[in-house]
């Protein structure tokens, strides 16, 4: 798959990250003047901080937020990248400008993907008994504080007022999604869903995360930072990668280690919390940053020459992300269906209104980002037939079989629990197993698996643990029931096209091809096309029981260490059958609350 092609992939509906805030190299601003500080060297610094954040994506500013409402709190958040121009990140038409900063690098080569390494691409930037429910139930409140402006439907009872956070609809659809979603109706088992924050599977419109009166991004640098100039309690440090965390002798955190920006990787300073530190560094640093701290599986932490403080094997463990599958059919016919996006080139009135509408009140078709509906689909409807011999097959397996063979025993017990729980969601008609995009002017997307059966890992690298990318591994098609599970969303995705009335619109297989037709042939196509990352990485620091592998408990605290917890997509024991930024932002909001109510 081409770079290009991929990119387009990636600024889907809720783009996610944040961002922004060029600034001057500067002067010290007195600590009296009325604003969130932005450090700029660290000689500014407090001697001490309440909390220090790890990270400002879309986690870490959603907490600093939260916990800097309370002006007796100092919260400090450092984080590894830039404020990009306004102009690079604040865009939402036909996706934004790809211009945001990012990490980027390769994976470990993908044994069952032909030995290919895949791409690695991360926010880096500004983004932009106590026994807690993290239930549907426990979690909807913090779902809601999301706002929803504009409407296709709304079900206000999903969608809260009071989020700085936007999210809403474009004023202007194009006709040629009607025969698309349509369509979806005449396959069996697909539901139309009223409202996407009813966390149900089926066919649902959802809001792009945009602010509905500006109609430009909104993420967590200007939901959670930038409009919080009166909040001196509330310090920010871009450019500045933490080194690692410093644990006592009592394995308590006291502070963290971070490279000076002056400094060249080389140098290092310190900067102590009174209370905690907040690891919100992503699915791939927070559980590089542990292992660096010496909070890790042991194996992994000696093979790099670090002492071990604390042997936790499930930290980097449990990696999951969502998987592109590759399949590819056009449907030519959506070309002749008036206006679609090609008009905006082809037909010069069409553009021009386009544009007007855009310059006069940024509405019209400049306001999509990149479409907002899509079938989400449950097993029950991609295999009707298949569902249920498929989930016993899972529920029979020796699990521990498809994991890497040093894996700890404490993490092979996780993830057989997680199978026998995926098992079950096999054969329901409400989780989701797969997103099918749909797009007026080109027709379904290639699909997603939306539910991994196979789990990678995220380990420092052993020859130069600090200095190198840490070791991404996918371990992409690793349990077989993956692959069988991906030949059946290739299948639908078939049928969608060539049984339904979008024939008409003369479906054009690229991918996998017409010469590619067995269940044997589709399965062997799979590894030429799969990609293991729709950018969505969590689970390495899961929240489950230490005896199942887990990282951090109830309330979020790493097990074993004092002092510290972790607020960002780590957590997640497995993935959401959505994308991940809002469920981020969720469990960052929850994570807020808990850590003020002291539990
Ligand atoms: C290209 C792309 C497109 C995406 N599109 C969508 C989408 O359309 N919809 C959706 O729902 N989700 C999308 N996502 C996913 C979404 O962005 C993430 O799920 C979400 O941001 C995770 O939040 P987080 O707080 O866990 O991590 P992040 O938001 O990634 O924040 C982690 C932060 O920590 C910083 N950091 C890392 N290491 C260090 C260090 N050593 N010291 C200091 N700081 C450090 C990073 O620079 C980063 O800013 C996309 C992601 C990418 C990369
Ligand atoms: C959103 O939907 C509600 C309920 O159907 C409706 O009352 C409201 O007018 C809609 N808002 C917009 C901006 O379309
Ligand atoms: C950092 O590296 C750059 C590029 O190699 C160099 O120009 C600069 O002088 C270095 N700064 C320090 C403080 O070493
Ligand atoms: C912009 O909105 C105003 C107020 O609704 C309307 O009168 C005007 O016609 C709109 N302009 C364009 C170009 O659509
Ligand atoms: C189908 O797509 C291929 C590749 O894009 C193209 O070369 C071919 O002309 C298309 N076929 C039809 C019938 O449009």
Not at 344 to 359: N, R
Not at 425 to 442: E, G, K, L, Q
Not at 478 to 498: D, G, I, L, T
Request: aromatic share 8%; charged share 20%; glycine share 8%.
């Amino acid at each position: 798959m081409s770079l290009s092609k991929r990119s387009s992939l990636l600024w889907t509906l809720a783009a996610a990250s944040s961002a922004l805030v060029s600034t001057a190299t500067g002067f010290a601003i007195p600590r009296s003047a009325h604003q969130a500080r932005q450090i700029r060297d660290a000689s500014q610094l407090l001697p001490a901080y309440d909390y220090v954040i790890v990270g400002g994506g879309t986690s870490g500013l959603t907490v600093a937020d939260r916990l800097t409402e309370d002006p007796d709190v100092t919260v400090l958040v450092l984080e590894a990248g830039i404020f990009a121009p306004d102009a690079d990140v604040l865009p939402v038409t036909d996706g934004g400008t790809r211009r945001q900063p990012r990490y980027f690098f390769p994976s470990a080569p993908q044994e069952n993907l032909g030995g290919r390494s895949i791409d690695v691409w991360l926010g880096k930037m500004l983004f932009a008994d106590n026994a807690q429910d993290w239930s549907w139930d426990g979690m909807l409140p913090y779902f809601k504080k999301l706002a929803k402006r504009f409407n296709i439907s709304t079900d206000t009872s999903y969608w809260g007022e009071h989020s700085p956070i936007q999210a809403s609809f474009p004023s202007f659809q194009y006709p040629g999604l009607d025969p698309l979603v349509s369509a979806f109706q005449e396959l069996p088992g697909v539901e139309m869903i009223a409202d996407s924050g009813a966390g149900r599977a089926g066919v649902y419109w959802y809001p792009t995360f945009m602010d509905p009166v500006k109609v430009e991004r909104s993420f967590a640098l200007n939901a959670h930072y930038s409009n919080h100039r009166d909040r001196p309690n509330y310090h920010l440090m871009a450019e500045t990668a933490v080194r690692r965390v410093l644990l006592d002798k009592d394995t308590a955190a006291t502070g963290v280690e971070f490279y000076t920006k002056s400094s060249n990787g080389s140098s290092v300073a310190t900067v102590k919390a009174t209370k905690e530190i907040l690891m919100a560094a992503g699915a791939v640093h927070t559980p590089k940053l542990l292992q660096l701290s010496g909070i890790g599986p042991k194996r992994v932490l000696e093979a790099a020459g670090l002492e071990t403080l604390v042997d936790l094997p499930g930290v980097g463990e449990n990696f999951q992300d969502h998987s592109n599958v590759g399949a590819l059919i056009a449907l030519e016919g959506l070309k002749q269906i008036h206006p679609n996006a090609n008009d905006l080139t082809a037909d010069p009135a069409f553009g021009k209104w386009a544009d007007d509408l855009w310059a006069a009140n940024r509405t019209g078709p400049h306001s999509i980002a990149y479409g907002n509906v899509a079938g989400w689909l449950p097993l029950t409807a991609i295999a009707p037939e298949r569902f249920s011999d498929l989930a016993a097959e899972l529920e029979a397996q020796d699990h521990t079989k498809y994991l890497a063979a040093d894996v700890d025993a404490a993490v092979a017990k996780g993830y057989a629990a997680q199978m026998q729980g995926l098992a079950r969601a096999m054969r329901s008609p409400d989780t989701v197993f797969a997103r099918y995009r749909v797009d007026p002017t080109t027709g379904a997307s290639e699909p997603i698996l939306n539910q991994p059966f196979s789990r990678g890992h995220v380990r420092i690298n052993a020859q130069d643990p600090f200095g190198a990318d840490p070791v991404v591994d996918y371990r992409s098609l690793s349990n077989p029931v993956e692959r069988a599970v991906v030949v059946e969303m290739v299948k639908w995705y078939r049928r969608f096209h060539f049984d339904s009335s979008l024939k008409a619109l003369g479906p054009n297989e690229t991918a996998p091809g017409a010469e590619v037709v067995t269940d044997e042939q589709i399965a062997a196509w799979v590894p030429t096309a799969l990609t293991p990352t729709d950018y969505h990485p969590a689970g390495t620091a899961a929240l489950m029981p230490r005896e199942l592998g887990g990282v951090v408990d109830q309330t979020l605290r790493v097990y074993g260490v004092k002092n510290l917890r972790v607020v960002d997509a780590s957590i997640m024991p497995s993935l959401p059958g959505g994308n991940t930024c809002q469920p981020t932002y969720a469990i960052a909001e929850k994570a807020a609350d808990i850590i003020k109510s002291k539990a």
